[in-house]
C-alpha cells in the first residue's frame, strides 16, 4: 500500500519508500514499482517526475491527463519548489553554496553519470548546511535543474559523497549508512485546479 501524504480530485503526493523504483525498469525483475502499485489502486495515475531508486520522500502523481501537462509544464519551466535532505562524508568549508556543473551520462560506467563539460546538459543544486556532525554533515538541497542522479552527483563532486550511495561514494562512505541518505522532504506546487500556492512535507527518516 503505497504512502499517501496527499490526496484530491487532480493529484496524489505520495511518500516513496527508498530501494523502489518510482517507474518500471527495463527487465521482468524490475516491473515492481511505486507508479504501478499506485496505478492498481487509482488507474488514472499519472507519472509526473520521478525520484532515484535510492531516494526516499515526496513524489507527485496527476490523476488526469490535464493534470499532468500542467504540472509537467510547471516542472520543466522550474516553477516547482524542491527540497532535500541528506548525510553527507565531511563537513563543507561553507554554510552554503552552489554548485553549478553540466551532467552528462557516463556511457562507460551506466547507470552513472558524469560531469561533462562539452556534451552535459546544464545542471545546478543549491547547499545549506543545516546541522554539522563530526565527521559529517546534514544538508538541506535546492536542485534548481531536475537532472538524474543530479544531487548525488554534484555533491560527490565537491568531496561530500552522501553516505550510503551506491554509485557515487567510495566504498567506506557506502557502509557508512545502509541506505542511501537522501530525502525529498518538501515540495511546492501551483494547484492545478484553482491556480493556488500548495505544498506538502515529510519529516526526514535518518
Not at 4 to 20: A, E, F, Q
Not at 58 to 67: G, H, I
Not at 152 to 173: K, V, W
Amino acid at each position: 500500500m503505497p504512502s499517501i501524504v496527499h490526496r484530491d480530485d487532480r493529484l496524489l503526493v505520495l511518500d516513496k519508500p527508498s530501494g523502489l523504483l518510482a517507474v518500471p525498469g527495463r527487465g521482468p525483475d524490475l516491473q515492481d514499482c511505486l507508479a504501478r502499485r499506485v496505478q492498481e489502486l487509482f488507474p488514472t495515475a499519472l507519472v509526473v517526475h520521478r525520484l532515484d531508486r535510492d531516494t526516499s520522500g515526496l513524489m507527485l502523481m496527476a490523476l488526469d491527463a490535464s493534470a499532468q501537462r500542467e504540472l509537467g509544464r510547471q516542472f520543466e519551466q522550474r516553477q516547482v519548489q524542491k527540497h532535500y535532505q541528506c548525510i553527507v562524508r565531511g563537513v563543507p568549508e561553507y554554510s552554503s553554496g552552489l554548485v553549478d556543473l553540466p551532467i552528462a551520462r557516463d556511457p562507460a560506467r551506466p547507470p552513472r553519470y558524469r560531469i561533462d563539460q562539452d556534451a552535459g546538459r546544464p545542471s545546478q543544486t543549491g547547499w545549506q548546511v543545516l546541522e554539522r556532525l563530526g565527521d559529517r554533515a546534514r544538508l538541506d538541497v535546492k536542485p534548481i535543474t531536475g537532472r538524474s542522479h543530479q544531487i548525488r552527483l554534484h555533491l560527490a563532486t565537491l568531496g561530500h559523497p552522501i553516505l550510503g550511495d551506491p554509485l557515487y561514494a567510495d566504498d567506506e562512505t557506502r557502509g557508512l549508512a545502509p541506505r542511501l541518505l537522501l530525502h525529498a522532504t518538501l515540495l511546492a506546487i501551483t494547484h492545478p485546479a484553482d491556480g493556488r500556492s500548495v505544498e506538502w512535507r515529510s519529516e526526514c527518516p535518518f
